[in-house]
């Protein structure tokens, strides 16, 4: 009888430690999250090449800064944010089964990110028309180098977006296979987190 109830007691206790390990698991797949890190060292490299690059150029570093706008800049770290946020919104949805609410709130995600791109295509145009460039001094050659990189993340983070909102809409993902969602939207905030650290690095310190 002892035994009966120590193994019952035991075979709970397993299922409690397996359902704590699935809550614990780390959302996506892990194909994506060798992804994320490869691009996290790849920004990090460039983060502290400018960093590195400041300390040699200081003066050059302060008139750069001087000639960007950083409303501009805070307006794009609040889009991000805000679009993060929906992500995250249509994620819960998912979650919850609601493919069709899920692909709406990646749609406004996708607006809202729109709002950067507009914004940082301004920017760039308005950096040209006082003649600077790539090849102005090394500031400039960084800011261009590293926010264009970060851009390009931009849009190839709205295409995965896309195509997990047209899966998401036709009801393809569920509680058993949602992986791949995860790992979308885990992208997405990787490439917003990567801006909360460029915008004080490149406008503000």
């Known amino acids: 009888m002892n035994h009966s109830i120590h193994s019952e007691a035991e ?10 390990t699935l809550e614990k698991r780390l959302p996506g797949d ?39 706008h950083q409303m501009l800049g805070l307006i794009n770290t609040l889009t991000l944010i805000t679009s993060s946020f929906f992500v995250a919104l ?3 949805a998912m979650h919850a089964g609601d493919g069709k609410k899920s692909a709406k709130l990646l749609v406004v995600a996708k607006l809202v990110a729109c709002v950067y791109i507009a914004v940082k295509v301004w920017e760039y145009m308005s950096l040209f028309e006082q003649n600077i460039d790539i090849e102005t001094n090394t500031f400039f050659t960084l800011y261009f180098m590293i926010t264009f990189f970060h851009l390009m993340h931009i849009l190839l983070g709205m295409v995965i977006l896309t195509f997990i909102a047209v899966k998401a809409n036709k009801n393809e993902y569920n509680a058993s296979n949602i992986t791949g969602f995860e790992a979308g939207a885990s992208y997405w905030h990787m490439v917003d987190m990567l801006w909360i650290i460029l915008f004080p690095l490149i406008y503000v310190i």
């Open 90 to 92: 249509a994620l819960n």
């Open 30 to 68: 892990l194909a994506m999250w060798f992804f994320i890190l490869a691009e996290l060292t790849v920004f990090a490299i460039l983060f502290i090449g400018f960093a590195v690059s400041e300390q040699l150029n200081s003066a050059i570093f302060i008139e750069g800064k001087a000639k960007l």
């Open 11 to 20: 075979l709970t206790l397993i299922g409690i430690t397996n359902e704590k």
